[in-house]
Structures are given as C-alpha cells and as structure tokens.
C-alpha cells in the first residue's frame, strides 16, 4: 500500500480529523474526505493526515492548500527528499 500524507488547510484536521470530524458544514466535505479515504484505500492508497508517519515515508505528500510562505513551502519540501 502506498502512503499519501496530506497536509490540510488548517492544522486543526491533523490527527487524521480531516476524515472523521472538523470538516464540515453539515457533514458535507467530511463525507467527502472520508469517501476519498475509502476509494483510496481499495486502490492501493493508504491516506492519512502528515501528523501520522514521518514525512520521509511517504510515497506522495500532498497539500490541499500551498503554505501561506514560500519559505515553509520550502521547509516542507526539504523534509521530503
């Protein structure tokens, strides 16, 4: 299985809230997220939030929103090499 580590939009839905609570008006983007996880994991994709496994590890990070900085973007992407 391949590790996707997601890093949200905002770091309250760390912890994997992301597709369990946090995310919703009315439950309507936590449906969504935790479909994704779902579609994702019969696919082979084991998607968790990057608060879960060392970012070393993972097969493909993902941002659902750029870091407000270049400079964090920056920090971010040296982790992963």
Avoid at 49 to 77: G, V
């Amino acid at each position: 299985m391949k590790l996707v580590l997601i890093r949200p939009s905002f770091q309250d839905w760390c912890g994997n809230r992301l597709f369990t609570q946090g995310t919703s008006f009315n439950s309507v983007y936590q449906e969504a997220f935790t479909k994704w996880k779902q579609v994702a994991a019969k696919a082979g994709f084991q998607l968790d939030t990057w608060d879960q496994a060392p970012l070393e590890q993972a097969d493909i990070f993902w941002f659902l929103d750029l870091p407000p900085s270049y400079r964090e973007f920056e920090h971010i992407r040296t982790q992963l090499r």
